[in-house]
Structure formats: C-alpha cells, structure tokens
C-alpha cells in the first residue's frame, strides 16, 4: 500500500515538475502565457530556476513518511517543505548559490526576541560564510543606529567576529536591511557595533532614486489616517508609532500586554492596504502592509526592493542565485511575500525549520560535490 501510494504521488509531482519546465520554457521565449502552467493556474508567475519536485518528494517522504500513512492525505506543510527541498536542489546543481537572505523574526529567532549566543542557526549562517556567500538579513525592524541592530542580533554579531579573530573566515559578507528596503548596515569589525551605517545613494536601484521626501510623506500621512480609523472603527487599545520610512499601529501602553486578535489584525492590513493603494501617494510609491504578530505596519517598499538592492550591493547576483528564507509568504499581510519577485524562496514556520532548511542545504551541496 505504502509503495503504490508512493508511486502515485512521485507521478504527481513528476507531472508538475514537467507543467513547471514547459512554462520555463516559454518564459524564455517571452510567451509563458501560453504555458500549460498558466492557463490551469492564471495567477503564476516567475520561476528563477526548475523545481525537483520528483526527487525532493522522495527525500521528504523518506523524512516524513508522507506515502506510510493510512488517514491522513498529504497536508500543506508536506507541500510547502517539498517546495523547499525541490527549490534547494535545484540551486545547489544549477545555481550556483551565492546569496542567502534571511528574513528576522520567526526566521532566525522568535517573534519580538534577539538573536543570542546559543541560537543554533548562528553555526550554519557562519558556515555559509566561510564557503563565500554573501548572507543578508533583510528584516521590517527599521533602525537609523547600529546599536538597535546589534540589540537585535548581537550573538551572530560576536560570532562572525570570534571566527574573523580566529582566521575561521576571511571576509565575511554580511549585510542588515531594515525597514524592508530603508536601511543598509555591513558588517565591520573594527566599529563598536560591528556595523558599518551605509549611505542610501551607495547602494539603492536607480528606480529608488525617484522615491521623493514629499511622496514619501503623503503616502506616509495616508496610511497613519487609514490606521486611526481602523482602531477608532474596531475600538483598539492601541496607539500610532510614527517613523521616518514606516507607520505603525502598535498596543497602548496604558493597556499592557494587549493581545490583538487574528482577526483584527488582518482586517486592519486590509483595510489599509487597500486606502493606500487608493491614494495619489500609493499609486507613486511601493509600499508594504503587514501584521507584525501584534502590530501592523506601513513601510515604504518591500521585500522585493531589500532582496534586489542586496543584490546589487554584492555586485548584481541574479535572482537564479539567491534564495530568501521567510515566514510570512501568505498574501494576507505576509511581508516575505513580494520577495518572489526578486528571488527564489523557501518557506520555514519557525527558527528550528530555518536551522533543519540550512542543515538540508548543506546536505544537498555535499552529496552533489561527492557525485
């Protein structure tokens, strides 16, 4: 029973993985509307590189003995950590990879906490560092001083610094950019912080460049009434965060430890999400509306604009070769979900998946150099 199951599914995935590879294909010739892809799946978009969904099948079910079990079908999570492994395959043969970036909260350490000394992903970005790929941690924390970030994430901080002292790494290639797509940070040993402020005009596309301070105001302006009327509507115990790039609707202080409901929060990136979309300064600028875990924020940009300006601070890597590692890729309010314009993805739903995913991606490097 387990083999034929087996079997069914792998044949499932090999259909799709060719459904994949045929869009790919017209995607080439500038006519992947024609797919097959896209007439079953109308909203598809780019693939940066083909998926192994057959072969990564095998390997999850030899993990998760998806094709063992009696009752319960495939689930989105078996899906979702496929996805993953079919992504990862295909970057350590074709790639080659040489970004990995990494979204903060729920990604490398959890919700509202730090990144300390004993966090077990601080092992394996440093391996990724000593093969020379450049990582980056392009997170909605948006912080003009190094020291905030280094609050932040001061145990991979003194990490990459002990493994410098020690000659474990050369030149480390690592970089912070806050505020999705506001604030760049490199690493630098000989600052207090180990953070190196990078001015804006060395390192934002030329499309950036034409974000102005007035645009940037009035789109700001918008969101931060959008908000007001969403705690007025629904009567939030909750209060107005004004930043220089974001807008933020966080719990009163008065109140506690206020918990916003699911629901709320939702309502209220929707809510004004659509506002700004509306407005003047929302049809000028980019701008990104998400749920935060017990905040919602507005920031100027997206994860698509951090991805794409890492790339081109290390010199313009292609999408094909950079994979980002996120939690947040559902489209309600998921400030990882525009990174798929920029780059391959993988989608983890917690730090722990985040260490396995790098510890898989280490698994597949190896076992392609032996072969």
């Known amino acids: 029973m387990a083999s034929t199951a087996h079997r069914r599914y792998a044949e499932i995935m090999r259909d799709v993985e060719d459904l994949i590879n045929d869009h790919i294909r017209h995607q080439r010739k500038g006519t992947s509307q024609r797919s097959k892809l896209k007439f079953l799946v109308p909203s598809v978009s780019l693939f940066f590189t083909p998926l192994l969904l057959e072969e990564a099948f095998v390997y999850q079910d030899s993990r998760r003995r998806i094709s063992s079990r009696r009752f319960v079908p495939p689930s989105f ?4 950590l496929t996805l993953n492994s079919a992504q990862m395959m295909s970057l350590v043969r074709n790639g080659p990879l040489q970004l990995v970036t990494f979204d903060g909260d729920v990604t490398l350490y959890d919700d509202g906490q730090s990144l300390t000394e004993n966090n077990p992903v601080i092992p394996r970005i440093l391996n990724l560092l000593a093969q020379n790929l450049k990582v980056g941690i392009v997170t909605a924390a948006g912080y003009t001083d190094a020291s905030k970030y280094y609050g932040r994430l001061y145990g991979l901080l003194e990490a990459i610094k002990t493994a410098v002292i020690k000659k474990e790494i050369a030149n480390p290639a690592l970089i912070i950019l806050g505020g999705e797509s506001n604030y760049l940070f490199s690493f630098n040993l000989s600052l207090k912080h180990l953070l190196r402020y990078v001015p804006r005009m060395e390192w934002i596309l030329e499309e950036m460049k034409q974000w102005t301070e007035p645009d940037v105001t009035a789109l700001l302006d918008v969101a931060e009434t959008a908000l007001r009327e969403c705690i007025s509507n629904m009567h939030l115990p909750a209060g107005i965060l004004r930043k220089e790039r974001a807008v933020g609707m966080i719990p009163n202080s008065e109140s506690g430890a206020a918990k916003f409901s699911r629901e709320q929060l939702e309502e209220t990136v929707l809510v004004t999400q659509q506002v700004v979309e509306m407005s003047a300064a929302g049809r000028k600028l980019p701008f990104c509306a998400f749920n935060g875990g017990n905040d919602v924020f507005v920031d100027i940009g997206d994860k698509s ?39 391959t993805t993988a989608w983890i739903a917690s730090p722990a998946e985040t260490v396995q995913l790098l510890d898989e991606l280490d698994f597949h490097g190896k076992s392609t150099s032996k072969n």
């Open 77 to 80: 999570n078996d899906i979702r």
């Open 305 to 343: 604009w951090g991805v794409l300006s890492c790339q081109k601070y290390f010199g313009g890597i292609e999408g094909g070769k950079t994979l980002h590692v996120g939690d947040q890729f559902l489209s309600a309010g998921a400030n990882d979900f525009k990174a798929r314009l920029a780059c």
